[in-house]
């Protein structure tokens, strides 16, 4: 028989493997335009559509970027590339019947949107700690990859937020909030600052919040704690070498 051709997950070799830097630009950007740009503004305003177009592609490239930075097979790279580009040409089929006929096509304003991009959204960060894993010294790629990965949480959050408001008859906040206020609230829950001002009030909604503040605490002990131990680990291994040296100019007896 044959032998079944394993599959990979990971091959480690994309030419933006370890590229955290740019990820971390991205990333930041993202986090940006989902705080100023609300997903669900009126499907006839213009400049509103720009910008809901213009956040899912940036949201998208972030998450594909994250995931060829931390070695994902290129089939599954495959994969990834065709979920968002369809993501992005249901939005921009949207907006555009929108302007014409100033009607939602597809329950856009309702998340179904969010919900397209939850997956990629929620393995953004675990593919990035999982490369990060991989890293023996302490590099400048392991600091941005770490906070990179710290930093893709929220992202993750707010769209598992805005599709939790999505499949419960009880909107996430209590009343009806603009996509912006999901990306604030999940800043707040991720720093645990709580400022209160906007509370989940389901069952499943207060416990995806608590699972964030929860995750993002632990998240920032455990990679505190590696990248230490990491860095105590190459300090020690350096000062091995240079015992085991001998000191340089050192006279050699000849009796």
Known sequence: MPRQKKRILFDDRSRHLDRFGLVL??????IV??????????????????????????????????????????????????????????????????????LVLDGGRDGSRPLSLLVLSVL????????????????????LGAVSAFLLLPIAFTYAFLTIGTLQGTPFFGQAEP???????????????????????????????TAEAVSGQVYLVTFVAMLVGLRAQR?????????GREPEGAAVSTD
């Open 33 to 102: 335009a989902l705080a100023l740009v609300d997903l669900t503004a009126p499907s006839g305003d213009i400049v509103a559509g720009i910008g809901s177009v213009a956040t899912t592609v940036l949201v998208g490239a972030t998450l594909l970027l994250a995931m060829r930075a931390s070695g994902l097979a290129l089939r599954w790279r495959r994969v990834a590339d065709i979920l968002i580009a369809l993501v992005v040409a249901v939005l921009v089929a949207q907006i555009v019947y929108g302007m014409i006929t100033g």
């Open 179 to 209: 996509t912006t206020s999901f990306m604030y609230f999940s800043l707040t829950t991720l720093t645990t600052v709580g400022y209160g001002d906007l509370v989940a009030v389901t069952p499943l909604a207060r416990l995806v919040a």
């Open 235 to 243: 300090w020690a291994s350096g000062r091995r070498e240079e015992a």
């Open 124 to 143: 953004a960060p675990v593919v990035v700690v999982r490369r990060l894993l991989q890293h023996r010294t302490v590099t400048t790629g392991t600091l």
């Open 25 to 30: 630009i991205l990333t930041v950007l993202a």
